[in-house]
């Protein structure tokens, strides 16, 4: 399906949906998270905790699962889900924030890489950038800032970046631009690319809420599928399997 298609149906109310989403509890939500998390853990595998490997999801509402009734049904808590049946050493920490741009992405990841190591990052931003028309090539700068924070606090990091495209209302110049900046940033940095993490699900009424942008529960299950092809081979090729 092209872009073009997809998102047909997408208009001016997109960019009020993504970007006035604010989520001010984000903070003590991570927090709540990893101490979930690690209680679990310690309980049914406390030998194993000290090999257990973080996987930091780092994103806007999309990796939030804003609007959802439980945020364990969001695309990192579904991850979580696979990694746990292929017993793998990982964890999945949920860093998204609705209404994130990159800028402020680029500033809230010095908080985020103080609290602990991170052994995969998923970098989710920019359709924020994308849906306020903001410079292509300041969005450009911005991920290429945050990739190169975190593999200074985390040399041996793998690091994957979740494309994005806008509707065809941005304009086609603006549009292309704006699709190129992932593919730059992945082939300039080396990391690895999903092509567009909205595919199959952007411009679907069915797999969309009401404002017709972010992902209803099975909408999060494709968004999880478009991750996890990418994501699988890293992980296992890091865990040794």
Partial sequence: MTIKNQFLTLGIAVLAALSGCGDTATNQKINQEQEARSTDRNSKKPAAEAETKTILFFGNSLTAGYGLDDPGLAFPALIQQRIDSLDLPYRAINAGLSGETTAGGKNRIDWLLNKQPVDVFVLELGANDGLRGIDPEET???????????????????????????????????????????????????????????????????LNQADGVHPTEEGQKILAKNVWQVLEPILEEQAGV
Avoid: C, D, H
């Fill in 140 to 206: 450009y700068s911005n991920l290429k800032t945050i990739i190169e924070k975190v593999r200074a606090k985390n040399p041996k990091v793998e690091i994957v970046l979740a494309g994005m495209q806008v509707p065809p209302s941005m304009g086609q110049e603006y549009s292309q631009k704006f699709r190129e900046v992932f593919t730059r940033v992945a082939e300039e940095e080396n990391v690895a690319l999903i092509p567009f993490l909205l595919e199959g699900v952007g411009g679907e009424p069915k």
